[in-house]
């Protein structure tokens, strides 16, 4: 198959990566197109840092490239892209030995000199609609300080499946546990962003599924 061949828009995630493994460059361009947004979220949030998310996310795609051959439909595409980009995070964050725990709500410099925008701000919101209820205007940058707080193991269920709408248990494949302990991951992230989210001054809630409920 050569690099212009046509896709039809109901193509499979699946099938998308196949194509590219035979060698269709747009198939690519749809995979990144349709999950660069949502996968940077997940990315930024584990680690914490907008400047190390861009690069984490381009070492996501490139390693998607050199690893195309070794892609198996075994597995849903995205478990096995997630897969990729959490253990990237995890590695990016060893190497930082000297990290400092930096809040999406603390003010990043940027290449143009807007010092006092939260990173939480700079956030994608293209494609992102499993976040649901999260982009609520007065809600978010709240939601973003009290899911900043979270263990990291219980933020990344919580990002996976609320603003990747990663199903549980692909979460479980993602991150190396059971799907009871994701499930147990997340009852705990909700609780905890409850109570935070509480002191934060918030009326509102979360619902067992995760959707945020603003007052």
Known sequence: MGTGGSLAPETSDEQLMLAFQAGNARAFDALVRKHRA??????????????????????????????????EPKARFTTWLYTIARNLCVDSTRKESYRQTTSLEAPSAGADGDEGRPLGEGLPDA?????RGAH????????????????????????????????????????????????????????????????????GDLSEDGRTVAG
């Open 38 to 71: 949502p996968v940077f979220n997940f990315i930024l949030r584990f680690v914490g840092h907008r400047a190390r998310a861009e690069d984490v996310l381009q070492e996501t795609w490139l390693k998607v490239v050199r690893s195309a051959r070794e892609y």
């Open 136 to 203: 609520n205007a007065r809600l978010r940058p709240l939601l973003e300080r009290a899911l900043s707080a979270l263990p990291e193991e219980q933020r990344e269920v919580f990002v996976l499946r609320e603003y990747s709408g990663i199903p549980f248990k692909e979460i479980a494949e993602v991150t190396g546990v059971s799907e009871n302990t994701v499930k147990s991951r997340m009852r705990y992230a909700l609780e905890g962003l409850r109570r935070r989210l509480g002191e934060l001054g918030v009326d």
């Open 127 to 131: 494609g992102a609609s499993p976040e």
